[in-house]
C-alpha cells in the first residue's frame, strides 16, 4: 500500500522566515503534486513534479523531487502571512492514476 | 468558467436517507475522481473513472456508487448515510497520458452532514 507522509502537520512561523515542508512516500513513483488548500476552499495545484531532480519555483515557494530518496521538500522563502493555508503533497503511484495525499500541512504565518 | 463543478455545496440529511451528488468538468478530461475529506483534513480517494474502467478504492462501502451519464459528469450515489459518512466530498478530474503531468484539478467540494 502506498503511503505519504508529511512533516510538520503543523507549522507556525513568522514573517520573513525560511522554512521546509517534506514529503516521504512508500514506494517508487514518477510524479509527485503539491496542492494548496485555504479554509472551506478546494485545492488548487501548485506544482507538479515529473522526474528526480526537478525543481520549481513560483513566488516564494520552490518544490523539488529526489525520487530514489522518495523525498519532496516544498520550502517556503520569506514568508508572508498571504501563504497561510494548508499544504498537501500527493503521489501518483496507484491503479487508475490515483492520488495518494500525505496528511496535509497547516502552516499559519504570522505577522 | 467553472472547471470543475459541483451540486450542492451543502447536503444536510438524516441517516438512512439515499442522497446524490453531481459534479461535472468542462476541460474535456477523460478520468474523473471523487475524493473524502474528513474532519481532520485527511483526502481519501473513493474511485476513478474513465469511460473505460471504474476503479474503486478497497476501503470504500459498497452503500457509494459512482455513476457517469457521459464523459463530462461523474455522479456519487449514497445509500442508507451513516453519521461517519459526514466529509467534504470533491470531484476532480485530468487528462490521463503517459507523456504529460495528468494534474487532477478539483471542484469545489460538498460538505455532506448526517444528522
Known amino acids: 500500500e502506498l503511503k505519504v507522509e508529511q512533516n510538520p502537520l503543523f507549522l507556525s512561523m513568522q514573517e520573513g522566515k525560511n522554512y521546509t515542508i517534506y514529503c516521504n512516500y512508500s514506494?517508487?513513483?514518477?510524479?509527485l503534486y503539491w496542492y494548496r488548500q485555504d479554509p472551506g476552499k478546494s485545492l488548487e495545484s501548485l506544482f507538479v513534479l515529473l522526474s528526480n531532480g526537478a525543481v520549481k519555483q513560483e513566488g516564494r515557494l520552490m518544490a523539488s523531487l529526489d525520487t530514489k530518496a522518495r523525498l519532496s521538500t516544498l520550502h517556503i522563502t520569506a514568508a508572508v502571512h498571504d501563504l497561510s493555508a494548508t499544504y498537501f503533497c500527493?503521489?501518483?503511484?496507484?491503479?487508475?492514476?490515483?492520488?495518494?495525499f500525505g496528511g496535509g500541512t497547516r502552516l499559519m504565518v504570522k505577522p | 468558467d467553472t472547471a470543475v463543478s459541483q451540486t450542492p455545496k451543502y447536503l444536510v440529511t438524516q441517516m438512512g436517507n439515499d442522497k446524490s451528488i453531481k459534479c461535472e468538468q468542462n476541460?474535456?478530461?477523460?478520468?474523473m475522481y471523487w475524493y473524502k475529506q474528513d474532519s481532520k483534513k485527511f483526502l481519501k480517494i473513493m474511485f476513478s473513472?474513465?469511460?473505460?474502467?471504474?476503479?474503486i478504492n478497497e476501503t470504500v462501502p459498497n452503500r457509494f456508487s459512482p455513476k457517469s451519464p457521459d464523459k463530462a459528469h461523474l455522479n456519487l450515489h449514497i445509500n442508507s448515510l451513516e453519521l461517519g459518512d459526514s466529509a467534504v466530498y470533491f470531484c476532480?478530474?485530468?487528462?490521463?497520458?503517459?507523456?504529460?503531468?495528468?494534474?487532477?484539478?478539483f471542484g469545489p467540494g460538498t460538505r455532506l452532514t448526517v444528522l
Open positions: 500527493a503521489n501518483h503511484g496507484g491503479a487508475g492514476n490515483m492520488l495518494t
Open positions: 514506494t517508487t513513483s514518477d510524479r
Open positions: 476532480a478530474s485530468s487528462q490521463v497520458r503517459i507523456s504529460i503531468s495528468n494534474e487532477q484539478f
Open positions: 473513472y474513465n469511460n473505460k474502467e471504474l476503479i
Open positions: 476541460l474535456g478530461h477523460d478520468t
